[in-house]
Structure formats: structure tokens, C-alpha cells
């Protein structure tokens, strides 16, 4: 064991407001070995030789961050992303997100188990917090069914995503969704999208580039938001007939965040993700005469420039009509960006987010009055957790919890610029934004790894966690509609057993009497 870890196996939080999801109260935290020990007030530990003391006086105590939707180190677009998930993954920290989850991408026709082993191994000699892939489905066959099994089964992934854009790259059609949607039900997975109408995202790329419109600008012109909107709707239709929980990840615009929020009010099982980026700039940027500053915004699907965009998006989230927080963080360069100098379906996709996505979403979010700390909380990790069966041992501090805590000054500011983040890139799209909400100490399990702007970590540190399938907050729903189903269609027959996957929670103690 590094020498490091030994001066870090006893810490004791002290004085602040501990803040999870569903109630704050002032206490002092106690972490031994990388897990919650205890929480109450005024807490004297004995012997006090080897113990860690942090003053969170005055200070919010959270779960650290989980940022759902991250692609270190992608091979994308015929470049690589910047940030590999050695510097991602600092600067993640640097940011309060103490767990990342990325995306394992097979090409089409390769092995879903290969790419996973492939991802894993780039991760795990680097990651500087815990992480978790997600697996992409960008084909079916029956051998893609067996390795979706396995993945489940013996290698900790409890969530397949689907690209309903990037034609002839990734994007699978409606009746492979259909295929992949029922599987995921069956093995207690969470199925992803990307929902784009990839088909008319070609067209509408031929045609812009057939008028002369090269720059940025058409990127967003050729994807508008109701090709958004059409494959949220689509793919919420086609998840609802076979009874699989869906989640959208970054959704970006008014059209399908509405789509979300109307689906969910019918009673669907549909969870949706904006992400930094949707929530704290807008689309306008793509017509900026600088052709680098405007590249530099491109993603898929792209920001809005509708700039009203970013506070619909909040005002949802805040309410619930949208569930958690990602970033898509995916970091191309000028130069990486400059592959697309001459046609806008060149530029590599993807921006920033990793280092920002607390401040950005506690400025816009909680300072700005939408919504409250323990929404916050819920937002940017707690929800996270439960939806991808990470919960309790992440997303809250309580006694059995993993000790992933942030110290956070919600009084204290910060300016966001490239020439401070820790990021690998030399460009951030929330540059000036001046930002309440500012993580002054960042805790992974139980190893203080930021304080005060300095780093104490280690490549490698963070752990690979395996989540379970058949998420009790996701699949409670679904396993009684499954139930009900059994006896209509044969009411002679006893309900039939659903298996209701592994349950993590036996292990917290979620007593407020140790809040």
C-alpha cells in the first residue's frame, strides 16, 4: 500500500452542513478505509494520532459528483479526444465528480466484450477516481445477444447504448432498437440513447453542403431540433412496447426535453440527461465570425441558438421532468477541430464539461434560485447512483457509504477560462463564466485528492465498479407491469416470479438519527 493511503485512512469532515438529496443537516463525518464510519455531531475520535482533520465550517458537505456521460481518450472522427483518462478524470475531481461513467464503442460487426476490455484497459492504469463503462450496440446478431448477457452477467455493465444517428458508422435502425430495447429488459439493463434521426442528418448534410454552407454553422442547420424531438418520441414508443426502461442521454433542445417530460407524465419509464453544456451556453456560437471559436461548440446533437434553451432545460431538471447530469465531455483541439476547415461533417464532434459541470449547474441552478441544494445533489449524483444501481455506496453520504465527499463553498466564486482548467484542451466553451458554487476539497474514497487547488493523486487509484442489473429504482416499476401483464393474459396461472436483481441497500444504515 503507497505510503500516501496510510496517512489517509482516518479523516474526519468537521462542522459542515452534510447535504444529500433528500435532507441537510449540520454534522461531522468520520472515514476509515475509504468508507463512512459515522455521522453526527461533534464527533472526538480516539486516538487522534493518524487523523485527517478538514474544516468544513460555514461549507456544504455533498456526494461527490457522478458524471454520467463521459468519452476519454475516443478514437472518433479520424482524430483522438484530448482528454485521456488520466488528465479527464483529474480534472474531474479538480471539478467535485468523484466517479465517471464512460462508453466502451465497438465498431459495427467487432465484439462488444473486446471493446470493453480494450476501454478498461486504457482506463485503468490512468484513472485518478472510480469510473464505470457503459457498452455501445452498434449491430445486433445473436452472438451480440450472448456477449450483452455476459457483459451483464460477469463484467459489471448494467447499460447498453444506441446511436440512432451517425449513419454507416454507429447508427442502428428501428427493428435493431426493438431487438436491443427487449434484450435489455430481460437482463435488467438500462437502455441508452442517442436520438437523432440519422437519416435525415445525411440529407440534411448533402443539402447544405450542396448550397455552399461549409462552416459550423451548417452543422447545427442540417440537425435541427426536430430531428431531436422525432427519435426521443420514436425511441420512448419503441422502449414502451416491449417495457424497457429508457434513458436519453444529452438532450439538447426545448423539442425533446418536452417529448421527455410528456412521456414521463403518461407514466413511461424514461429518464432524461442534459448535460453541462445544454445547460450552460447555447448554439449562436456556431454562427461567430472566428470559424475556430465557432468549431470549437461542435457536438452532436449540437447546442441550440435559441439562447432561451439552457433555462427551459434548468427549470426541467429542477422539477424533474429531467432526471441527471452528464457532460459528454469530449475534448478535440484547434487543430483536431481543423479537420473540418472546408466541411462543417468533418469537424470532430464533442466540448468540454468534466472540470465544470458542478459550478456550471450550481450557478445556473441553485444561484440563480431553480432549484435547491438537495436537488442539486439528486441532479448531479444521487439519481445517477439509483438509475445505474450505484446506490447508496455512491450518491450519499451516509454510515456503509463510500467516503466520495466534497467540500463545497456555495458563497465562494470562480471564472472559468482554458488558461486555468485542468483540462487537456486549449479551449473551453464556458470561458468567462463567472461561476458561485466552487469545490474547496475533493474526497475519493476516503483519500483527500484535492485541497485548496493542489492535487494528491496517483494514476491508477480509481477502481473499476461493477454495478448490478435490475436498478430497484429503475426496474420496481417495470417488474410489477411485467407481473400484471402475466395475469391478464393468463389469469388461471400464479404470477410468475420476475427476478428482481441484486439489492445493495441491506449494507446502509439510512437512520437520521446518525445524520
Known amino acids: 500500500m503507497p505510503p500516501q493511503k496510510l496517512v489517509q485512512q482516518r479523516l474526519l469532515i468537521k462542522g459542515g452542513k452534510v447535504v444529500n438529496d433528500d435532507c441537510s443537516v449540520v454534522a461531522d463525518v468520520y472515514v476509515e478505509d475509504g468508507v463512512v464510519q459515522q455521522v453526527g455531531l461533534n464527533l472526538n475520535l480516539e486516538p487522534p ?7 468544513a465550517t460555514n461549507k456544504l458537505v455533498i456526494p461527490g459528483g457522478i458524471d454520467t456521460h463521459t468519452h476519454m481518450e475516443f478514437p472518433f472522427m479520424g482524430s483522438r479526444s484530448k482528454d485521456d483518462f488520466y488528465t479527464g478524470t483529474k480534472a474531474a475531481i479538480a471539478g467535485g465528480t468523484t466517479m465517471i461513467i464512460d462508453f466502451a464503442i465497438p465498431q459495427k460487426g467487432c465484439s462488444l466484450i473486446e471493446a470493453f476490455d480494450t476501454w478498461k484497459s486504457w482506463a485503468g492504469p490512468k484513472v485518478c477516481c472510480d469510473y464505470s463503462l457503459h457498452v455501445a450496440v452498434t449491430w445486433w446478431s445473436n452472438k451480440v445477444k450472448e456477449e450483452m448477457k455476459d457483459l451483464v452477467q460477469n463484467k459489471g455493465v448494467n447499460s447498453f447504448k444506441m446511436f440512432m444517428a451517425y449513419k454507416d458508422l454507429y447508427m442502428v435502425n428501428d427493428e435493431e432498437l426493438y431487438a436491443v430495447f427487449s434484450c435489455c429488459k430481460e437482463l435488467g439493463a438500462v437502455a441508452q440513447v442517442h436520438a ?4 435525415l442528418i445525411a440529407q440534411g448534410a448533402k443539402k447544405m453542403l450542396s448550397m455552399g454552407i461549409t462552416g459550423p454553422e451548417g452543422h447545427e442547420m442540417c440537425r435541427p431540433e426536430e430531428v431531436e424531438a422525432e427519435a426521443t418520441q420514436r425511441a420512448i414508443t419503441i422502449a414502451n412496447a416491449v417495457n424497457c426502461p429508457l434513458f436519453v442521454v444529452h438532450v439538447m433542445s426545448k423539442s425533446a426535453a418536452r417529448v421527455i417530460s410528456n412521456a414521463r407524465r403518461e407514466g413511461k419509464v424514461v429518464y432524461g440527461e442534459p448535460i453541462a453544456a445544454s445547460l450552460g451556453t447555447d448554439g449562436t456560437n456556431y454562427w461567430n465570425k472566428d470559424w475556430a471559436h465557432a468549431a470549437a ?3 452532436g446533437p449540437p447546442l441550440r441558438p435559441d439562447p432561451s434553451t439552457p433555462g427551459f ?14 457532460t459528454d465531455n469530449c475534448t478535440f483541439d484547434i487543430c483536431q477541430k481543423a479537420l473540418g476547415k472546408d466541411d462543417f461533417t468533418k469537424i470532430p464532434n464533442g466540448v468540454n464539461g468534466v472540470e465544470d459541470r458542478m459550478s456550471v449547474i450550481w450557478e445556473k441552478g441553485v ?34 457509504s463510500d467516503a466520495d465527499i466534497v467540500i463545497w463553498d456555495p458563497k ?6 482554458a488558461k486555468t482548467h485542468h483540462q487537456a484542451n486549449d479551449f473551453n466553451i464556458f470561458e468567462g463564466m463567472v461561476c458561485h458554487g466552487v469545490p474547496v476539497a475533493t474526497v475519493s474514497r476516503g483519500k ?8 494528491n493523486v496517483t494514476a491508477g487509484e480509481g477502481k473499476y465498479v461493477s454495478r448490478p442489473p435490475f436498478p430497484p429504482y429503475v426496474y420496481k416499476r417495470v417488474r410489477q407491469r411485467e407481473q400484471i401483464k402475466a395475469n391478464e393474459n393468463d ?10 436483481g441484486s439489492n445493495n441497500q441491506s449494507t446502509i444504515n439510512f437512520s437520521r438519527a446518525n445524520m
Request: glycine share 10%; net charge negative.
Open 49 to 55: 494520532t493518524g487523523l485527517t482533520v478538514l474544516d
Open 196 to 199: 437523432e434521426n440519422g437519416e
Open 297 to 299: 461548440y461542435v457536438m
Open 313 to 326: 432545460l434548468m427549470n426541467l431538471l429542477a422539477n424533474d421532468d429531467l432526471s441527471v447530469t452528464g
Open 367 to 400: 444561484h440563480s434560485g431553480k432549484m435547491d441544494e438537495n436537488r442539486f445533489v439528486a441532479v448531479t449524483s444521487t439519481n445517477a447512483a439509483k438509475i445505474f444501481n450505484l446506490y447508496p455506496k455512491k450518491g450519499r453520504i451516509a454510515v456503509g
Open 412 to 417: 465562494a466564486t470562480r471564472t472559468i477560462s
Open 448 to 455: 483527500v485528492v484535492y485541497e485548496g487547488g493542489a492535487f
Open 491 to 500: 389469469p388461471d396461472v400464479p404470477t410468475k416470479a420476475v427476478h428482481s
